[in-house]
């Protein structure tokens, strides 16, 4: 019986490397499949945390300076209508300046800082029996020690600090808490000075509402990037509330022709405005940067912020976002 003998043969070197050439161009095409999808996906990435960081900063500012000045039905709070008792200097007690705004100069980031109540007015169960009694409210008030609040009706108020807050009255001493209130000289019908004093004695149909002076301004933020930082008098060093906020720029919105309309008829910065207390609108535009390298090297980008040109020079994505706001306690159409 006679047995076919076979060999196995093996491939020659020149298939080999038509195998190998072949399987580096699948390997290739399959890299570069992957990495233009690894590209797009940090892409969208960045581009929906830029847009969702923008949209919170733009929604956070737009709530709190459009309250800017608000006390109330108290329409004029620049005016001598307010007495203040806080015994303090720091203008972050300063609610007579409902409004105020720094001018960074040039590309540097601008601030802003505001007074305004916040809250529920919360309205006085009877008629004080003297400009220094106490104050008589509902309970379940919410208002606790050491709050500064604001007592007023619409001719005049009284901004001090709770030094306690019982369950039907409030009391407003000096000589305790921080910073606490002042003795102040003879005013309205409470003559002499006395600790207690209060402009006039409050009716049933004054209200009460929690007040405070808040900034926003630029700083290093914790990743060692700029931020967006919110300050009051709890926090007067801020708070970061967003971070990769690079550029912050504000125009105010003056009214300086007397319409009726109560309009802004031009947007200066609070340098060269005319009067800050004639600002209706705020404008605002924030340059905002990703935190991933998306561009293979280093592009020039030339950002346009309101009436500054930013410059950046880096591999990172950036949007801005603008915004402008009106201050609804001085929109008010004349005679309407």
């Known amino acids: 019986m006679n047995i076919m003998k076979t060999h196995q043969k093996g491939f020659s070197l020149i298939e080999i490397m038509i195998a190998l050439v072949i399987s580096l161009t699948l390997l290739g095409g399959l890299s570069e499949v992957y990495l233009g999808s690894k590209q797009s996906y940090t892409l969208v990435e960045e581009t929906s945390r830029l847009q969702e960081n923008g949209r919170f900063a733009i929604d956070i500012l737009t709530r709190e300076i459009r309250g800017a000045g608000f006390f109330g039905c108290l329409k004029d709070p620049n005016s001598a209508a307010v007495l203040n008792h806080i015994n303090s200097t720091d203008p972050i007690y300063d609610f007579g300046e409902t409004l105020t705004g720094v001018d960074g100069g040039g590309t540097n980031s601008d601030g802003i800082s505001f007074s305004r109540a916040s809250g529920k007015g919360i309205n006085l169960t009877d008629q004080q029996t003297l400009a220094s009694a106490n104050v008589k409210i509902q309970t379940g008030h919410g208002i606790a020690d050491g709050d500064i609040i604001i007592l007023s009706d619409c001719s005049v108020g009284d901004v001090f600090q709770v030094t306690q807050a019982a369950n039907a009255h409030l009391v407003h001493n000096t000589g305790s808490g921080t910073p606490g209130n002042a003795s102040l000289p003879s005013v309205g019908a409470c003559p002499g000075a006395n600790a207690h004093c209060l402009s006039k004695k409050y009716d049933k149909d004054a209200q009460i509402f929690k007040i405070g002076r808040v900034g926003y301004n630029i700083q290093v ?10 300050s009051d008098s709890a926090k007067p060093n801020g708070v970061e509330i967003i971070e990769n906020v690079e550029n912050m720029q504000i125009l ?19 340098t060269n405005i005319g009067s800050i207390d004639n600002a209706i609108t705020v404008r605002i535009a924030l340059l905002l940067k990703g935190s991933r390298i998306i561009q293979p090297a280093n592009v020039n980008q030339n950002h346009q912020l309101l009436d500054a040109s ?27």
């Open 252 to 270: 105010y919105g003056e009214n300086d022709d007397n319409d009726r309309f109560n309009t802004p008829n031009k947007y200066m910065t609070a």
């Open 221 to 230: 933020g914790a990743n060692g990037n700029n931020g967006l930082f919110r």
């Open 310 to 336: 930013v410059n950046t020079n880096d591999r990172l994505l950036y949007k801005i976002f603008t915004t402008t706001i009106t201050i609804r306690n001085r929109a008010v159409i004349d005679g309407a």
